[in-house]
């Protein structure tokens, strides 16, 4: 038996029991689909891991496998990163520095392939996370030539 709003003498109701059950299905499937999508590179935290390098969207990163340096135009990305150590005051990996040649313009130009050793140190707290760190200093010693008009070893700090 039935009253008028569909429920039965049990109080569960047909039709809205049915769309809860669909609702829950959406979003678990839309949870797995973003899972799925999201980025390779987008390495996730684990325990213990209290230093990071902070990427162009703000995300924290643990030995990531890409790494934009030129967040304006994302012409100069560090790829193919194979880490060999991250601890709490430096990590150092190898990998490729792939650099727009902007010739004859950055629009039209060609990534070039440099190997590079790089090191990446001077933690310093991340404002607005107690007890994450994040690496505000990056050394890259190119291991053939190097992309002109750079020199075989360069440094510069990341972004606070």
């Keep these: 038996m039935e009253d008028h709003a569909g429920r039965t003498a049990e109080g569960t109701e047909r039709a809205g029991g049915r769309r809860r059950r669909i609702s829950t299905a959406v979003t678990l499937a839309a949870a797995l689909l973003a899972a799925a999508l999201a980025p390779a590179s987008a390495t996730v935290r684990a325990p213990g891991d ?59 130009g060609t990534f070039r392939a440099h190997p590079v050793r790089v090191t990446v140190s001077d933690p310093r707290p991340w404002p607005g996370d107690d007890g994450l760190r994040h690496f505000t200093r990056i050394r890259m010693v190119f291991t053939g030539t190097p992309p002109a008009p750079l020199p075989q070893d360069v440094s510069y700090d990341l972004w606070d």
Excluded: K
Excluded at 69 to 78: E, F, I, M, S
């Design 50 to 108: 209290d230093v990071v390098l902070v990427d162009c969207a703000s995300e924290p990163q643990v030995r990531p496998e890409d790494f934009i340096l030129a967040c304006g135009d994302g012409n100069n990305r560090l790829v193919d990163l194979r880490w060999t150590s991250w601890g709490p005051q430096g990590a150092t990996a190898t990998g490729t520095d792939m650099v727009n040649d902007c010739v004859p313009y950055c629009a039209a």
